[in-house]
């Protein structure tokens, strides 16, 4: 893998786990526990190749109209998974991060989720960031709610509010957006995941289900990123020109 250009920012949506267990004529929950350890390993096969920044989305806003029974599993898988994980992480050096709206979760998990933070905050390793409860459309109404509050108290006038200013309101906003966005199981969409950050990613669409997402997944994604020539919105003869005056 050294010889390819690696992103420093990788996002991923991690589908497929229902159709992974359907397959194997398991219960949904047999798919999400195989899923929880491909999320494992993708994290150390990230953080051993120096990525900076890993986000994976957990859990969606629109996953709450999941049955009850699968909703309070998730939330249960989630909680264990933190007691289970997060010792191993801040071994690892890895600072741990949540984005998402945390007022419908219980007292015991937003508890749970503060001390991971607290505890892996100073880690200089990979960043880890875990979306639960998220939408894009939700981070960008947040962003711009901010803004209007500072627009009412005086903070801020209208006419200085720019992309630069509206997305330092958004979450994760001291990290680099991501360069590289993966999504398992073949569906071919964003699924309101980081709308506003996507803007200038590599997308990679992969027909592997979550569970069987290993480390030569990753690898041939990683190569697939290497291979684009990222524009950020310009033409190739633009970047050129750049480059030319660099």
């Known amino acids: 893998m050294a010889d390819i250009h690696l992103p420093q920012h990788i996002a991923i949506i991690m589908d497929g786990n229902g159709r992974w267990a359907k397959q194997r004529f398991m219960p949904r929950i047999a798919g999400h526990r195989a899923g929880v350890e491909a999320a494992r390993q993708v994290v150390k096969n990230c953080a051993r190749r120096n990525i900076k920044v890993l ?36 071994e690892n050096n890895i600072q741990l991060r949540f984005i998402g709206d945390r007022s419908r979760f219980s007292e015991k998990l937003c508890e749970k989720i503060k001390e991971v933070e607290q505890l892996t905050q100073k880690n200089t390793g990979m960043t880890l960031i875990i979306a639960v409860d998220y939408g894009g459309q939700w981070d960008i109404c947040q962003a711009a709610r901010q803004l209007a509050l500072e627009v009412e108290a005086g903070t801020l006038r209208s006419q200085e509010i720019t ?67 990222r524009r950020y919105g310009y033409s190739s003869e633009q970047l050129k020109e750049a480059a030319r005056h660099a």
């Open 163 to 229: 992309p630069e200013k509206f997305a330092s309101r958004l979450s994760f906003s001291d990290l680099p957006n991501p360069d590289l966005f993966i999504r398992t199981s073949g569906e071919l969409r964003i699924s309101n995941f980081m709308l506003w950050q996507l803007a200038y990613s590599e997308l990679y669409f992969t027909d592997i289900l979550w569970p069987d997402f290993d480390e030569n997944e990753l690898e041939k994604a990683l190569k697939h990123y290497s291979s684009r020539e």
């Open 55 to 90: 986000s994976l989305f957990a859990f969606s806003s629109e996953n709450w109209r999941r049955p009850a029974q699968e909703v309070s599993f998730l939330m249960e898988l989630f909680l264990t998974g933190l007691e289970r994980e997060v010792g191993m992480l801040h």
